[in-house]
């Protein structure tokens, strides 16, 4: 497992609860992978980077318990499984005593980004160790879109939105759908489903679904076509939270 320490910063924490987003959560997770790959030698320093690059097709994340301003945490990432052109990824967050506050699983698709189409994933996996799975509930990375959905006011894609491959940052997707919870709602669950990248200037198109403490957001253009699907499962605060 390659891991690196961190300490929890203001800027990491909800306005109105205290505690990280979700995104704030997969925020250090993306940035642990990349740390591993720049310290192999696979990252944006490698002469290829811009040319093979790894995209994100889908994440499952499990939130044990809720981690707070100030809390010392080891992020860790580590691969499982090489399928074709498919990357299955692990992470995990553990606070200063080691005990698991957050897990997630992921799904990535290794991409030619000239032709625009994947590409296979070498026998030697770049020189990855693959490790055993972490024992959680793998669900599927496809996520059902709602019959109903509440159309939403539409946006634009800020430059703030955009990462070095000049489309949305995953993350960035993430953030944009945690607008429409309840200042009051508690994530312990949350998957995405990626479908196509959207890019500087394109308008989004957000739907609503909210049933039974699970909200949907999809994230769609003016096709309707959907850029990202991102569920929420949780519940409302009460004064135990």
Partial sequence: MYTFDSRIRYTEINHNKGIMDPSSILNYFQDCSTFQ????????????SCRRAWLLVSWNLQIIRQVSLGECVTVGT????????????NFIMKDSNGQVTSVADS??????????????IPGDGFGYKLEPPYPMDHKSRKIAIPDKLEDLPPFPVAKRNIDSYRHVNNVQYVKMAEEY????????????????????????????SQSDGK???????????????????????????
């Fill in 107 to 120: 799904i990535w698709v290794f991409m030619d980004m000239e032709t625009g189409y994947p590409a296979k």
């Fill in 181 to 208: 919870l309840p200042d009051d709602y508690m994530v312990t669950n949350l998957r995405v489903e990626y479908k196509t990248q959207a890019v500087f200037g394109d308008i989004i198109y957000p739907g609503l």
């Fill in 78 to 89: 580590w691969p499982y499984g090489f399928k074709g052109f498919y990357g299955y990824r």
């Fill in 37 to 48: 790959s720049e310290d192999m030698n696979l990252g944006f320093s490698k002469p290829d």
């Fill in 215 to 241: 909200y949907i957001v999809v994230l769609s253009g003016a096709d309707k076509a959907p850029y990202a699907i991102v569920e929420f499962t949780g519940h409302r605060r009460d004064k135990h939270d």
